[in-house]
Nanobody
Framework: EVQLVESGGGLVQAGGSLRLSCAAS????????IAWFRQAPGKEREGVSC????????YYAASAGGRFTISSDYAKNTVYLQMNSLKPEDTAVYYC?????????????????WGQGTQVTVSP
């Protein structure tokens, strides 16, 4: 059974930090691009960051603004998102996803597997 399980969300004050984890099972983790998306209430889902082992690349959306760092531990089939200097506008449900994006790493339909999400709330 394919599973992506996010953890590490919570409530934090502006300026604080959180580290999200995405633990994968049931598929060959190494073969996929793993991405973090987020969705705030009333807004569309947006890509935040992704990591691809095949081309050893990491990608960040402008919203990550040098504050977020994605990393992976392939031995543990886990991808992390370290989020620093959090802002209230970072408040959202954060999802990890696995897929093979073709042209645009933020095209959600190219991601086959999704986790259930973890809530991140940043208070002013």
């Amino acid at each position: 059974e394919v599973q992506l399980v996010e953890s590490g969300g919570g409530l934090v004050q502006a300026g604080g930090s959180l580290r999200l984890s995405c633990a994968a099972s049931g598929f060959t983790f190494d073969d996929y691009t793993i991405a973090w998306f987020r969705q705030a209430p009333g807004k569309e889902r947006e890509g935040v960051s992704c990591i691809s082992r095949s081309d050893s690349m990491t990608y960040y959306a402008a919203s990550a603004g040098g504050r977020f760092t994605i990393s992976s531990d392939y031995a543990k089939n886990t991808v992390y998102l370290q989020m620093n200097s959090l802002k209230p506008e970072d408040t959202a449900v954060y999802y990890c996803a696995a897929g093979h994006p073709k042209f645009d790493v933020w095209f959600a339909y190219d991601y086959n597997y999704w986790g259930q999400g973890t809530q991140v709330t940043v208070s002013p």
